[in-house]
């Protein structure tokens, strides 16, 4: 028994409070990559953060797995309008690949195993807003949707969310990754719509 009559059913949705609008909500997980999808080792695995400075700080796979694990709840929200409640996602914070990072660049740029690219301001990854995650529904996160792992922003759309991920660089400049090149928004929060520039 639907719980709302025919016909009532799109109002109702357009107003869920937990759906930014133009938004729609999806229960299945759509794949949407740019090229092709690379395939790491875990023995070659690696994740890096570089600084203003070029001071570089590198984690193994073994070394990221014995920082504090977190388990992540969260809605996300793709750019070309799905979105999708309540995922759940195992990683670490990037507060904790922060935290011992001497750094004042106000901007970092996302890059992933393959070359994608996304920039993101360090003030939406801090705060307990962002992950490295390695982990999709209890199991290992599957190549499609960027294991080994992934960046997880999820309160900005899906595309600052890098798959592949290989390592930050904290830039000094907020400068455009690959759909910001290409005409994505710079900030890309769902719920203020920053689709495009
Ligand atoms: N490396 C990489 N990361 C990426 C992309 C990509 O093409 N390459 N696409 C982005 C976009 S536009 C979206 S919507 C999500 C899609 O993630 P999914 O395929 O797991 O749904 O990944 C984002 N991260
Ligand atoms: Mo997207």
Known sequence: MAEFSRGFGARRRASDPQLPPGQYLTHDFPV???GPTPRI???DWQFAIRTETGATTTWTWDEIHALPIEDVRTDIHCVTRWSKFGTSWRGVSVDTLLAD?????PSVMAHSYGGYTTNVPVKDLMGGKAWV?????????TPEHGGPARLLVPHLYFWKSAKWVRGLVMQPRDDPGFWEQ???NMHGDPWREERYW
């Open 32 to 34: 949407l990559s740019a």
């Open 41 to 43: 080792r875990l023995d």
């Open 101 to 105: 990072i001497d750094s004042a660049a």
């Open 133 to 141: 995650v390695f982990e999709f529904d209890g199991k290992p996160l």
């Open 182 to 184: 290409n005409g994505y």
